[in-house]
Every structure is written in C-alpha cells, then in structure tokens.
C-alpha cells in the first residue's frame, strides 16, 4: 500500500506556477512530527526545500523563499507544494518526506521541469 502518493508536477515556462499534492496514509499523518519537500537536480544531490512542522514551523532554503509556500490539510491528509515565479533551476524531481520517530517515509517522486 502506497503512503505517500504524490501528484502534480509537469512542465511550466519561467515566472509560471505549479501545485504539488502528497497524500499521506492517515496512520502517518496522525503522527508525523516533520513534513517536506525536497528535489533532486539532475547531477546533484537531494535537497531540502520546504519543511514543516507539526507546530506549524516553515523553514525553506534562501532559493525559494518568497516563491514556494509549504501547507496540510489536517481533513484530507495532505501536504501540498505551491510554487510560484518558477525558474530554470527549479527543475527536478520532488519527494514527499514524512518523519516520526525514527521513521522516514517518501513519496515516489515527480518531475518539475521549468523550460521556454
């Protein structure tokens, strides 16, 4: 059984938005104590961009601040990606990640790609 199914992605041109959806199994939701996004650049390695925090904590790396905005939705079990004013160096792959106790899950990945 998938436990976090990831949906949105898809191919944009500079300066335009995308949305990303993670829809969190409610066994994990209902614990979780870190929720993020991270990306993957082609030839380079995974980064964290977005986090947050069962408090309600956002952090975001200096790239994104001001552009991406991290969000859940305590009713439907899902965290969400809003991404706007899109750049070229956005591109990549984007991974769900829920965390509690010691445990890590992932989401499968979908493709951002910000091209002209």
């Known amino acids: 059984q998938d436990q976090l199914v990831e949906s949105g992605g898809g191919l944009v041109q500079p300066g335009g938005s995308l949305g990303l959806s993670c829809a969190v199994a409610?066994?994990?939701?209902?614990?979780?104590?870190?929720m993020g996004w991270y990306r993957q650049a082609p030839g380079k390695e995974r980064e964290l961009v977005a986090s947050l925090t069962t408090g309600g904590g956002r952090t975001y790396t200096d790239s994104v601040k001001g552009r991406f905005t991290i969000s859940r939705d305590t009713l439907t079990n899902t965290m969400y990606l809003q991404m706007n004013s899109l750049k070229p160096e956005d591109t990549g792959i984007y991974y769900c990640n829920v965390q509690y106790g010691g445990s890590v899950y992932w989401g499968q990945g979908t493709q951002v790609t910000v091209s002209s």
């Open positions: 409610q066994s994990i939701f209902s614990r979780h104590a870190f």
